[in-house]
DNA sequence: ATTTCCTCCCAAAGCGCTTTGGATATCCGT
DNA sequence: ACGGATATCCAAAGCGCTTTGGGAGGAAAT
């Protein structure tokens, strides 16, 4: 059923290097020639056999992917989603993962081992810390990378994909702030990832530029469950002076949220306002929660589809992409946010 | 670096043959040999190109998996869980993974796609349902495959790893009525798997041995959510003869079935008992619950492990496994279960 | 008219392994 | 002592692709 090169190449009147420079773009071929190849493996639907390939080029066809098994992160809803869209597209190109599942202790030795092996092109990597050292280190092991998130104190001459946190929270911020709000809460992720980070600094940016200060006791870092946006959406409300608004990481933590104000018999949208972040989990679209949230949007799993396309293009030498990308959130205004209660 | 087969073969002073025979385990070779070649190996790190060895034999030395994408799935809590287990064991044998998502409608196709691109070995299928037609397609597949889970309704003959969730259901409403409970509730997963459907059934069978029937009120069917658990409990307690009992699907479900019950000012293991299944996520760990929670143990990590195991096992030929195997989930109690209140 | 230079194509080597089809040597029974 | 097992090893082919190192033929340059 499936044809080989040499097949096509018989079929073709050609010869097998020839077939094969027509297929792969090289230019010592004739136009005409290309055409009738291309159509050829058109027709006969030709896959290039992957290990084949592999073995003449020493390309692996595959990218390796380093997953944290910490408490919080292997489970996490938003990394099945991320994976989902790095997936589909490496599938795409006919590409293999290596799911490298290790504990964040031997991650170090797991890359190390990953890299040696020869079985994967490039290597992927998230959940990036201030000054994470992973970037040092995969820097020093001559094996392509891409970086979703950047790291914070580093140098900044490595590959990333990441979305402009600052700005999407700066923005979130600011409009609470012109619709009269003063008292500002914040539900963050885990405070050693980058982008809670990020948010915060775009946060107290805002906070800063119209005078206003962030109270600590407004601030909750944790993982990102139902369950923590739940308790932390409490805490603030049992504050003697609780926010009129609140900004939170993930559409997860907001769910928690909702409910604590929804039990506290206060009306979103009025007595208090929300803002989440949306990565576009399809279990959880902010419009349908009984309120329709206002959020800033980016979805975890374009940026894995993309993730893959720019490691694979980077393998593959086709076309070039841009070294580092920073997407920038969509601010989406829906019913949770109104203006401040007046006291 | 890397030595490669013909430069340990020279080493020895033995053909590629006699070499590839020993570590490979072929009879025809003398034990002394044997050892020789097998220490050799050992001494100078060889490793064996995947690349090489896929295009010899004709086996991929990967194993396939289609990751539903169905909201609710793929982004579930236990999915990431169970792949740490596949992925963990695989990295082992130095098995890849092509994971295709698919939404469920393209499944069929993507499947037959999969199995024709001789791109894996074997299949591995979940999140079985009653009478679930992917098991006489894959069948009909002609490529080896592991369902996780097991079907209802059709034939036994195919191979799977499962749990035994009616005994294990069974033996957690037994314990329930043991105690003096009568109105027993059930927070179930999605009514159209068959874990979940086995598990009503294991309760059922415990309820009718000692007379009892399951009100219709008390049962719930949802996505394994923390918000989902809570908002099946708050409608069983807001009944007008609330259940004293409530069995749980997930430890997920029971955070928010706790969270409902106790802010309906009860208190879990006097007036309410509860029991939850425990797919021994790191992340929520029952002993950790403000009351600790009896639980039916079963870790969905291992699984994922095992079924690696026998998939790789399978394809290599190396040593027997059971075709079907059934585990049984451990019964343990801790103190979110008691007697069941006076009246 | 001869040389040089492209353009377009091909034969063959090689990637690192498995496997087929012997070869050689030893040992057996008769 | 001799044909036939038996045990142990090897040379070489082949998996399907890429890539090196030409080579033929025509256009351009001298």
């Not at 020839?18 to 055409?35: F, I």
């Not at 290039?48 to 997953?67: E, H």
């Not at 599942?101 to 990597?125: C, I, K, M, Q, Y």
């Not at 050693?192 to 990020?198: A, H, N, P």
């Amino acid at each position: 059923m499936a044809v080989n090169l040499k097949q096509l190449a018989e079929l073709l009147g050609l010869s097998q290097t020839t077939v094969s420079r027509a297929l792969n773009g090289y230019p010592e071929v004739n136009a005409e020639t290309r055409r009738r190849v291309l159509q050829a493996a058109r027709e006969t639907g030709y896959r290039p056999n992957r290990a084949a390939q592999r073995l003449a080029t020493g390309k692996a066809y595959s990218i390796g992917m380093v997953m944290p098994i910490a408490p919080g992160i292997d489970s996490d809803v938003h990394f099945g989603e991320f994976l989902a869209g790095l997936a589909e597209e490496a599938v795409k190109h006919d590409f293999h993962f290596v799911l490298n599942p290790s504990a964040p202790e031997d991650e170090e030795v797991t890359f190390r081992r990953l890299a040696a092996s020869g079985n994967v092109d490039a290597l992927f990597l998230a959940y990036m810390r201030a000054n994470d050292p992973r970037i040092a280190m995969l820097k020093s092991l001559s094996i392509p990378f891409l970086v979703h998130g950047r790291s914070i104190g580093e140098s900044r001459d490595y590959p990333f994909l990441d979305i402009d946190n600052t700005a999407a929270f700066y923005d979130a911020a600011r409009l609470l702030i012109q619709l009269g709000h003063q008292r500002i809460a914040l539900i963050n992720g885990p405070e050693y990832l980058t982008f809670s980070i990020r948010r915060q600094k775009g946060m107290l940016r805002a906070l800063s530029e119209h005078g206003l200060t962030l109270d600590e006791a407004l601030v909750q870092h944790s993982l990102m469950t139902d369950e923590h946006g739940y308790r932390s959406m409490q805490r603030f409300l049992q504050h003697s002076q609780p926010p009129t608004a609140v900004l939170c990481s993930s559409t997860v933590l907001a769910l928690g949220a909702v409910r604590a104000i929804n039990q506290a018999g206060l009306k979103i949208g009025e007595d208090i306002s929300l803002i989440a972040h949306d990565d576009v989990l399809p279990m959880l679209k902010p419009e349908n929660f009984s309120v329709p949230l206002t959020t800033t949007r980016s979805s975890l799993r374009a940026a894995g589809a993309r993730i893959a396309t720019r490691l694979i293009g980077g393998i593959l030498k086709r076309g070039e992409y841009p070294e580092q990308e920073l997407w920038r959130a969509e601010l989406i205004v829906r019913a949770s946010t109104g203006p401040a209660p007046q006291k």
